[in-house]
């Protein structure tokens, strides 16, 4: 596999370390909303090179993927609710694993919290690790990492170095480029927040330092073999991850490094703090599956920027549902009228043609949109050999076991089918709510009427009237 590695800024062959262990770190949710879908633009991208991993190139992951449930936003979120921390971010930890199985994402193998004693036991280790080697100072009762003791600071993100501001400090978490400066790693503590002590006086760890201790703590010895989040986790997230670990441990931290653009909206890209985020709760209210929304978000090149419209979000429906009736024909394929024929060499040709064509793409740089282009030309030669006749029965296991292996990586045929199987809103509650429709329009209470068809089609169901009565289907 071919990956682009924003250390090196260049494509590079992967391999683990470790035999044939991939040993893999994503920054999760910082866990004070639901994650919108830009989020999962993220992981849905994460998610799909793990499959890559696992189920072309035959490698074992061990993957953990955080949630951030102590920072300035949760705390800031923890107090406006009045509720204890740990009891408002169990809330959207609740939400993002719900949306996490409706999108059809793998289970990792580690879901860290934070605030998790374990993972502070290991930030309380790697502080004192770099007070050893001499990257830290106090001030007023905090913990900082001093950016000058390592020269190597800034080059994940092509830093100028005559541009940090060495010696300046920084308590926010989240700050932008302007502000390259030494960063804490342990807040003191203020009255109303929660708090620890590790062996440095009452606080609570910064946002940075978290990551790079649960990392090391669950993934073993350094270098791990990828690290992976969004664009903008490159400065100053990552940077002073590895800031962090590698001044605690004198060793690389992780030896690739993957990043995903942005999803836009209106040119802009999809944010909590700029009030342009959808959730999926939203999008499923506008009457779309959770399977249309992972086939957009994967059918763009993870490293070009997606912009977000109903409209691509119309055109993604309609390509999974293309794909989707592909399959059910095969059900449909008849041997002949005079008994059952042999498989066909050119079709079992085409189909390995394919899966080989499919597995190069993914294995460069994980080219998603080449994939699917190869499947629907696979697609649409195997059709236009149904309607002629030159695809019979005996031929379909092969066509099958296909299409299966692309599912085992994208994920979109079968979470369709799990959606068709338990659909979001039962038929007999559907038929309830089209009788009291009728009943309200018999009375003449259009207005409720109306009101009951906005609910269905809000659900993905839309209701035709005819003369002879209402019928239903699903979106």
């Avoid at 910082?30 to 998610?47: E, K, L, P, Q, S």
């Avoid at 790697?126 to 001499?134: C, I, M, P, Y």
């Avoid at 959606?419 to 003449?444: K, N, T, W, Y």
Wanted: glycine residues 6%; hydrophobic residues 40%; proline residues 4%.
């Amino acid at each position: 596999m071919q990956l682009y590695n924003t250390l090196s800024r260049k494509e590079e062959t992967f391999a683990p370390s470790q035999d044939k262990l991939v040993r893999m770190y994503a920054c999760g949710l910082t866990v004070y909303a639901r994650g919108h879908i830009g989020n999962f633009r993220t992981f849905i991208a994460v998610d799909v090179l793990r499959r890559a991993l696992k189920y072309l190139e035959g490698y074992q992951v061990r993957q953990v993927v955080n949630f951030t449930d102590v920072d300035d936003r949760t705390i800031a979120g923890a107090l406006k609710a009045g509720m204890p921390l740990r009891e408002y971010t169990n809330q959207y930890i609740d939400a993002f694993l719900e949306d996490t199985r409706a999108l059809g994402l793998e289970d990792v193998e580690e879901r860290p919290r934070a605030t998790d004693r374990d993972n502070l036991d290991a930030m309380g280790r790697l502080v004192k690790a770099l007070e050893t080697h001499g990257h830290t100072y106090d001030s007023e009762g905090s913990v900082y990492f001093k950016i000058a003791t390592l020269p190597q600071y800034g080059r994940l993100a092509r830093l100028d170095h005559d541009g940090l501001k060495a010696g300046a400090r920084v308590d926010s978490d989240n700050y932008d480029k302007e502000n390259a400066r030494d960063f804490v790693l342990w807040k003191a503590s203020k009255p109303e927040e929660p708090m620890w002590d590790l062996g440095f006086g009452p606080g609570r760890p910064g946002w940075h330092l978290e990551c790079s201790a649960m990392a090391l703590r669950l993934l073993g010895e350094p270098p791990i073999d990828i690290h992976c989040g969004g664009v903008d986790l490159i400065f100053p997230h990552h940077e002073n991850e590895i800031a962090q670990s590698e001044g605690a441990t004198q060793k690389p931290f992780s030896r690739f490094w993957v990043h995903v653009e942005h999803l836009l909206i209106d040119e802009e890209k999809m944010s909590k703090s700029l009030n342009n985020a959808f959730t999926l709760p939203d999008i499923v209210a506008k009457g779309y599956r959770p399977s249309a929304l992972r086939y957009l978000l994967l059918s763009t090149h993870y490293r070009k920027q997606l912009k977000f419209s109903w409209e691509t979000l119309d055109q993604a429906e309609e390509s999974l549902r293309r794909l989707a009736d592909f399959v059910q024909r095969l059900d449909r394929v008849p041997s002949t009228s005079s008994g059952h024929a042999p498989a066909h060499s050119d079709i079992a040709a085409k189909v390995d043609a394919a899966a080989g064509e499919f597995r190069a793409a993914l294995l460069a740089d994980l080219n998603t949109a080449a994939a699917l282009g190869t499947v629907f030309e696979l697609v649409r030669a195997l059709n236009s050999a149904i309607d002629a006749g030159q695809l019979v029965a005996a031929d379909v296991p092969k066509v099958k076991a296909a299409f299966e292996t692309f599912d085992k990586v994208l994920g979109v045929i079968s979470l369709r089918q799990q959606e068709d199987q338990h659909p979001a809103l039962p038929a007999g509650e559907i038929e309830s709510l089209v009788a009291a429709r009728q009943a309200a329009r018999r009375s003449r209470n259009f207005a409720e009427g109306d009101r009951i068809r906005d609910e269905l089609f809000a659900k993905g169901i839309v209701l035709e009237d005819s003369p002879q009565g209402t019928r239903w289907k699903r979106k």
